[in-house]
């Protein structure tokens, strides 16, 4: 019993972190202001009804749930990450480096950089 009670608390805080708790060491670089010119590829991870109405210029499309079946896709190993809010930006970042990715900046539409 005591086995399994541990089990669920990790299994909780493995969740958790991967989807709340900041990811440390990338920028935050506004699009509009052209400091993303280093960056290959541009990866829109928002959902698809938010993406279509505010589109990215040269972005590929590809939303947070997709990302493991369509992150072969995606030309370039250094990306800038485009998210609706930082829950989408945590997720996408880990997913992205996890799979080799470099993510070298994000922009978020909710809020600008400061």
Do not use: W
């Not at 991967?18 to 959902?47: E, M, S, W």
């Not at 589109?55 to 609706?84: M, Q, W």
């Amino acid at each position: 019993m005591i086995t399994a009670i541990a089990l669920l608390i990790v299994l909780l805080v493995v969740i958790l972190y991967t989807r709340y708790f900041p990811v440390f060491g990338v920028p935050c670089k506004d699009l509009a202001n052209g400091q993303n010119k280093h960056t290959n590829t541009i990866v829109d991870i928002r959902d698809y009804n938010v993406s279509t109405k505010n589109p990215v210029n040269g972005a590929i499309v590809i939303p947070t749930a997709y990302l493991k079946r369509f992150s072969d896709e995606i030309p370039s190993k250094e990306v800038h990450i485009v998210a609706a809010n930082q829950l989408e930006k945590n997720v996408g970042v880990r997913y992205l480096r996890k799979k080799g990715f470099k993510v070298n900046g994000y922009t978020l539409t909710d809020c600008q950089c400061q």
